[in-house]
């Protein structure tokens, strides 16, 4: 075993992560996220997958619309396969042990290490002075939502792995300074062909539900018809597709839409590009169409029966959030202890 490894062989393997439910799950959500979730439940780990609700509010969010996409986005796990017997499915901000933690790795996390981070770069931009304070902390945030319940695997985009390196170095200084081994060394999880799902519009540019373009994207929520429109709409270059992944370079059009089959059909590109290599699109795309119908609309579907009852949802967010809580409060009790908090008696 390396020495990287070593410092989780004593703790359980368990797997955290989670999407913020600030509107509109698309298929890079799937993709790139949900669709990994499933695969791991089904490895018989313990998994932990949150409504970060608490991230979600780093930028405004109607209060309203906060509700009802978090129910929104807990529909979309349950309908792609999460099986709330199987996974802990709750909203982070009703396990307080996530802030708690977090307030306690804003003061061991450096603000130089916050300043690095490139996603605070991106949505800050040339206004990072009115930019909220939560927005720039949140790593610290997102390295408490991992650690709390000594999750060992993370399960992230690529856009996120930069994230899981800070909560190991948040837990690595932790461990350092109060001179104990109490937090594991997280991993990244990223795998798959579709880990970034790009616009449908535009190669270049992640797909995104803030996009103003709605057919830029597909939504979890959308129809048949509206899926396979979409992508028959989807732009393209005017070349056959390649037989091997190399004759994808410099073409994102057509290697996003190899990419999308490819994360559908639970296959490598290469063997996605065997077997469509020199088909043009007009003969590909509706393959695509077919696929992506077959795999989405059930999704779309048993996601607007579950918004039905809202209630429902609300159950099951709270016993999740019940069981999160009987792993995370003894982790916050030896924590508030390791530091040298008092606690009630």
């Not at 062989?9 to 509109?24: E, L, T, Y």
């Not at 000594?150 to 461990?175: M, S, Y």
Request: charged share 25%.
């Amino acid at each position: 075993m390396s020495t990287e490894q070593a410092p989780n062989a004593n703790f359980k393997p368990r797997v955290f992560s989670g999407i913020q439910p600030s509107g509109g799950l698309t298929l890079g959500n799937y993709l790139g996220a949900i669709k990994r979730f499933v695969d791991k439940q089904e490895e018989g780990i313990e998994t932990l997958y949150c409504m970060v609700d608490m991230h979600a509010i780093t930028v405004w969010q109607d209060p309203a619309a906060l509700r009802r996409q978090t129910r929104e986005l807990a529909a979309g796990y349950i309908a792609a396969g999460l099986d709330p017997a199987k996974s802990m499915l709750y909203n982070q901000s009703q396990v307080t042990e996530h802030v708690q933690l977090g307030w306690i790795f804003n003061c061991v996390a450096r603000m130089g290490w916050m300043g690095r981070m490139t996603q605070w770069k991106d949505k800050a931009g040339k206004n990072a002075e009115k930019a909220s304070l939560g927005l720039f902390a949140y790593p610290a945030l997102m390295a408490a939502d991992i650690l709390v319940c000594h999750a060992t695997e993370v399960p992230v985009g690529e856009d996120q792995k930069q994230h899981v390196e800070l909560t190991r170095d948040i837990a690595a200084k932790f461990n350092h300074d109060y001179e104990t081994d109490f937090f594991p060394m997280p991993e990244p999880l990223i795998q798959g062909a579709a880990t970034r799902v790009m616009s449908l519009r535009d190669g270049s540019k992640k797909m995104s539900k803030s996009d103003p373009s709605d057919a830029s994207r597909i939504n979890m929520t959308d129809d048949a018809d509206t899926i396979a429109k979409k992508i028959r709409k989807a732009k393209t270059d005017p070349d056959a597709l390649p037989s091997d992944a190399k004759g994808l370079e410099d073409r994102p059009e057509a290697r996003n839409l190899v990419n999308i089959y490819a994360g559908l059909a639970d296959m490598s590109v290469d063997q996605v590009l065997a077997d469509v290599g020199g088909k043009q699109f007009g003969e590909f795309k509706p393959m695509l169409a077919d696929l992506a119908v077959a795999k989405l609309s059930p999704i779309s579907t048993e996601m607007g029966r579950l918004m039905q009852d809202p209630a429902e949802i609300d159950r099951t967010l709270t016993a999740g959030a019940n069981r999160a809580r009987d792993i995370a409060a003894p982790i916050m009790d030896r924590v508030y202890n390791i530091v040298g908090m008092v606690r009630p008696v």
